[in-house]
């Protein structure tokens, strides 16, 4: 299985978010154990680093995070042609419809996300971090 992390999932875990944190964790897990090939896109990793220094007020954990999901997960690239999709779109959130973009362009079989509705416009299979653990279980 193949799935692209949303950024709120990742978030979740780098922040603890409560009560996400721990199906979350689950979720990048089986990423860290080969079980799931996981990716998350270039342009989310960005918006990771900000978002944890953000609320850390510390770089060096910033980076820290960073270098642990690079340690779990792979980085799907964004391509011209991805940003010209999802520009061409004018969807109501640009951020979303990138990953989209980028989940449909390697050929993910889920977008594991816990906000589907801002998904939904864009034709893909959706997941909670919660449902993808049915799976496994």
């Known amino acids: 299985m ?18 996400f944190v721990e ?16 990716f998350v896109s270039a342009s989310a990793i960005t918006d990771i680093y900000y978002l944890v220094r ?3 007020h510390n770089t060096d954990l910033a980076y820290k995070a ?14 011209n042609n991805d940003i010209l999709t999802a520009f061409q779109r004018k969807a109501q959130d640009f951020e979303d419809c990138l990953v989209a973009t980028c989940s449909k362009s390697i050929h ?9 509705k801002d998904f939904k416009e864009f034709n893909i299979p959706l997941l909670t971090p919660t449902e993808l653990l049915q799976y496994f279980l």
């Not at 199906?23 to 996981?38: A, F, N, P, T, W």
């Not at 960073?66 to 391509?79: F, W, Y």
């Not at 993910?108 to 589907?116: E, G």
Request: hydrophobic share 35%; with cysteine; charged share 30%.
């Open 2 to 19: 193949k799935i692209m992390c949303d950024t709120n999932v990742i978030i979740d875990v780098l922040l603890e978010r409560e009560p």
């Open 54 to 56: 953000k609320y850390t």
């Open 23 to 38: 199906d979350s964790c689950k979720c990048l897990s089986l990423c860290e154990e080969h079980r799931i090939e996981g």
């Open 66 to 79: 960073i270098g642990k999901i690079l340690e779990i997960v792979k980085v799907c690239s964004v391509t």
């Open 108 to 116: 993910c079989d889920y977008i594991i996300t816990r906000n589907k």
